[in-house]
């Protein structure tokens, strides 16, 4: 089974990914978050630093145990699965960067992208 891109959407809550099936019978996903933690700087002011963070990955290999309650990897997607994994890895990097994030992001993902516009990119990790 082959995944293409589908959308990379940036939205109020975060940033999620989609990626299709080429039959379309099966959807991937992975969703991120940007958590805030302060720190000090060397001049000893209190900064907050905002760093992305990946909170799920999901697709055919996600499934549910027996009893409903627990996630479980179903056998027989390993492919699919690293795939997917490694490509939101590479967001990840990408929205985390300090320097070039844009244009990495640009040579990785080729489908739509909703809401990355240069002044959204670039207040990211503000």
Not at 4 to 27: C, E, F, N, P, R
Not at 83 to 96: D, G, P, Q, R, Y
Request: charged share 20%.
């Amino acid at each position: 089974m082959r995944f293409k891109q589908q959308v990379l959407l940036k939205h109020a809550h975060g940033i999620t990914a989609q990626w299709m099936s080429d039959d379309y019978s099966w959807l991937a996903v992975a969703t991120f978050e940007q958590n805030e933690t302060k720190g000090t700087a060397v001049d000893g002011t209190e900064v907050v630093v905002k760093k992305w963070a990946m909170v799920n990955c999901s697709g055919p290999w996600t499934g549910i145990s027996p009893d409903g309650k627990d996630l479980v990897i179903v056998p027989g997607f390993e492919k699919e699965q690293e795939k997917i994994a490694s490509e939101a890895s590479l967001i990840l990097t990408c929205v985390n960067a300090t320097i070039n994030g844009e244009k990495a992001l640009n040579s990785i993902w080729s489908a739509n992208k909703i809401g990355f516009d240069s002044s959204v990119f670039s207040a990211i990790n503000q």
